[in-house]
């Protein structure tokens, strides 16, 4: 029962981590965060967008190269486990965006609603499998019209996009993800069978030298 607790503690913790890493991925417009919170496969009903949920990437992806600003909030994440493998997240959202419409014209505007997620376990990883937003309140603003670095003033630096925000410089410091340790083991793996064939290259070059004396 203890070790029950135990993995489901580690599966909340992992779903959250998901989670947060959407967040950066909109924010940021860090390309890799947003894909790794979604299977390949998972669906996304997204406002004024429905399909997979490449399709929903891919308009994102889009929407960075206007340079917008974004910021969003995750609270009240409400975890259900269906199965070892599966579980219902509810998580409640606050997200201010700012963008310029198909006119070009710039537009601010502050969503509230909640993230409905069917998350999927596979080979040890938790991803969103499935994603409907529901939409709670949503407000129109008038943007500020003077510029970032005015309005901000000393107040520096700001928030930028992947790779220039300043969380990206955080590089060695921080504690490698889960997928960056896979990466780091096999590059210690290529590295080692590198140096041991190095290695194997000496040992035969003295063993011919002892030979020839």
């Known amino acids: 029962m203890e070790q029950t607790k135990i993995a489901q503690l580690i599966d909340r913790e992992a779903i959250r981590d998901c989670l947060y890493r959407y967040s950066r991925g909109i924010d940021r417009a860090d390309e890799a965060a947003l894909r790794s919170a979604y299977w390949p496969d998972a669906h996304d009903n997204h406002g004024a967008y429905c399909?997979?949920?490449?399709?929903?990437?891919?308009?994102?992806?889009?929407?960075?190269?206007?340079?917008?600003?974004?910021?969003?909030?995750?609270?009240?994440?409400?975890?259900?486990?269906?199965s070892s493998a599966e579980a219902a997240v509810e998580s409640y959202f606050t997200a201010l965006q700012r963008a310029p419409d198909k006119d070009g014209d710039v537009r601010q505007t502050l969503l509230c609603g909640r993230y409905c997620d069917l998350f999927h376990k596979r080979e040890g990883e938790w991803r969103i499998a499935e994603r409907t937003v529901v939409y709670d309140w949503i407000e129109e603003q008038i943007p500020p019209a003077i510029v970032e670095a005015e309005r901000f003033g000393p107040r520096r630096p700001i928030g930028a996009p992947h790779p220039d925000d300043p969380v990206y410089k955080l590089g060695k410091r921080r504690i490698p993800s889960r997928h960056d340790s896979s990466e780091a083991s096999k590059d210690t793996a290529a590295s080692a069978e590198e140096n041991q064939g190095h290695d194997n290259f000496a040992m035969l070059q003295r063993s011919r030298r002892k030979t020839a004396r």
């Open 51 to 82: 399909g997979p949920a490449e399709g929903f990437i891919e308009f994102a992806l889009g929407v960075f190269k206007t340079g917008p600003r974004n910021i969003h909030q995750i609270t009240n994440i409400l975890i259900e486990f269906i």
